[in-house]
């Protein structure tokens, strides 16, 4: 008789298995690679995995020995057997869905545990390690308004800027403070990890909708439809950082993109309202902070948000981030930080200005010069090669136009055509589903019309932004000495709004 499931507010279990037949297996199974499911395989065949990936073994007095002969994927006698099984599928070709089929028809056909399919996930982050979008996060303690009042005060408290305290962070206890805060009537599931390369530790969170913490309610049909990666958060842990990073989650279906979309907005809601709450102790409160970095880089994350001396030197500020140089701003000798590309040979720069005409050696000292000025402003930062690259930078400038009068409003309709295309252009941007950053012009004083305040907004796309913005300013398109700082990338920030010169983040938060 099976046992009774009665609704708990417990978290999902690690050892819980969720069958085979289910489709969100073969998707989570399917995205990684030949190479990559036979690691996997190994890890969950260690030893101390045994309590939570246990494969099916045929056992030497079992009255089915016949019929799994007939199999076509005979299971094992024993571990070591299974284990030299994989070792010799890595040592040859085959294809994956060989290895697949081996998985789930034979020797975990009764089911995968929660614990695999996220150590699945991870993996699949390991290989992809642009697959997810980071939003990075400060975490800022709280002080209270009015710390002489008694305790019946209910002013909500207001951020410390001048403390420099950062909470401890206990995974387990973190864990049940944040389970607290999920609603009784879904179900989460916990997994940490360590990254393999970064100094990073990596919380996964997979969110059930289902009261049941049992194989119920993953055999539900609504858990069925829903058991996929657009329920899926990971949390990012920088060491001796006063930041998070969470990511955004995705959707592998294409079926109901609006629902969801609306859930896995909820969902994250739900984990960054709930995060800083698992952080807070008694007396020591605090909450999260956006910053205005978002990237799929998690190595840009760390080398802007880390424990590394370049979290406060960007752009032309870079060089003196290197610990083996002991660089400081207070020498009085400058230092020179390389080129994009290698400098030329003196001697035949010289033997071939000799040669060239004046307006040829007029463009030469003019390159030179672009090259030097990209050096001073961009530093040992926005290198192609350097993996720390940003996909989309988003800018919107609120300042006053200051330069504007009556003879250029009468010179022509240029104003009004610009303003008509910007408006259509951000029309269609929103019916596009493109992120709106517009923000409304406010004058600064004085009586209406004083002033004027053109929507301008800077997007930038690329692999690397501001490597891009430095060849381009090595190349003379984009004067170098008036670029404003942000785009340099030294503020940190890929979302941002420009007022009086100086960049701040998303909604005010960031900088």
């Not at 709930?274 to 020591?284: N, T």
């Not at 008509?420 to 009586?447: I, T």
Request: glycine share 8%; hydrophobic share 30%.
């Amino acid at each position: 008789m099976p046992r009774i499931s009665i609704p708990t507010t417990g978290r999902l279990p690690s050892s819980l298995r969720v069958d085979p037949s289910n489709p969100a297996v073969f998707k989570i199974l399917n995205r990684l690679s030949r190479a990559s499911l036979l690691s996997i395989a190994l890890d969950w065949l260690d030893e101390n995995n045994q309590s939570l990936a246990a494969p099916y073994l045929r056992h030497p007095e079992s009255e089915y020995d016949s019929e799994d002969e007939n199999d076509f994927n005979p299971p094992a006698r024993s571990l070591s057997a299974l284990q030299e099984l994989y070792a010799d599928l890595q040592s040859r070709k085959g294809s994956k869905r060989e290895v697949i089929d081996r998985i789930t028809e034979g020797d975990w056909r009764r089911g995968l545990s929660l614990y695999q399919l996220a150590m699945a996930d991870l993996q699949y982050l390991y290989d992809h390690p642009l697959s997810q979008r980071w939003t990075a996060y400060r975490i800022v303690p709280l002080k209270p308004t009015n710390p002489d009042a008694d305790g019946d005060d209910s002013s909500p408290p207001v951020e410390d800027k001048q403390s420099l305290a950062i909470p401890r962070f206990h995974p387990s206890t973190f864990l049940n403070t944040l389970q607290s805060q999920v609603p009784p009537d879904v179900k989460a599931h916990y997994n940490f990890d360590r990254h393999r390369t970064l100094p990073l530790l990596i919380l996964r969170i997979f969110i059930l909708d289902s009261p049941y913490n049992t194989s119920l309610g993953l055999r539900s049909s609504a858990a069925a439809t829903t058991f996929d990666t657009s329920r899926t958060v990971y949390i990012a842990f920088p060491d001796a950082s006063p930041h998070v990073f969470i990511s955004k989650p995705q959707s592998l279906s294409t079926t109901a993109a609006g629902a969801a979309g609306g859930e896995s907005k909820s969902l994250r809601t739900l984990i960054v309202e709930g995060i800083p709450k698992a952080l807070s102790r008694p007396r020591q409160r605090v909450t999260l902070k956006a910053t205005g970095l978002v990237t799929r880089n998690l190595n840009e994350l760390l080398d802007r948000k880390g424990a590394q001396r370049t979290n406060c030197a960007g752009g032309g500020w870079s060089v003196y981030a290197d610990e083996k140089l002991k660089e400081s701003p207070l020498d009085t000798t400058l230092p020179t930080p390389p080129l994009s590309e290698e400098d030329g040979d003196p001697s035949e720069t010289k033997k071939g200005n000799r040669v060239l005409g004046l307006v040829e050696r007029k463009e030469e000292r003019e390159r030179k010069r672009a090259r030097l000025v990209a050096k001073a402003r961009f530093g040992d930062s926005g290198r192609v090669d350097d993996g720390k690259g940003l996909e989309r930078v988003d800018v919107v400038v609120e300042d006053p136009f200051t330069g504007i009068g009556e003879a250029e409003d009468e010179e022509g309709g240029d104003e009004d055509g610009h303003e008509d295309d910007e408006a259509q252009w951000e029309r269609s941007a929103s019916s596009k589903g493109g992120r709106n950053s517009r923000a409304e012009p406010e004058e600064p004083g004085g009586e209406p019309g004083e002033t004027w305040k053109p929507y301008v907004r800077f997007t930038f796309h690329g692999p690397h932004v501001f490597a891009g913005i430095r060849q381009l300013v090595e190349h003379g398109v984009i004067d170098g000495e008036r670029m404003p700082g942000w785009m340099t990338g030294e503020e940190g920030v890929s979302v941002g709004a420009v007022r009086s010169g100086r960049i701040r983040g998303y909604r005010g938060s960031g900088v």
